[in-house]
């Protein structure tokens, strides 16, 4: 049987066709926040972590790293 993607995207077709670069964001483990580029002319589909700390966005905490 057919299962759609549970995930919609926000904006819906308007937002899709005007934007070149679609970005994901979810959460992972602790604090750790996950930024995967998923359709992108210009950039290789890839993913990366980070944190939303009291001083603004930087690297992750290494020991929710370590959970991963």
């Known amino acids: 049987m057919f299962n759609p993607d549970p995930k919609k995207p926000i904006g819906g077709n308007i937002i899709a066709h005007a934007s070149t670069t679609r970005i994901s964001l979810k959460k992972g483990r602790g604090e ?37």
């Open 32 to 68: 750790t926040r996950i930024a995967k580029i998923y359709d992108s002319p210009c950039l290789p589909e890839g993913d990366c972590l980070f944190a939303i700390n009291e001083d603004g966005i930087g690297d992750p905490n290494p020991k929710d790293l370590e959970k991963e």
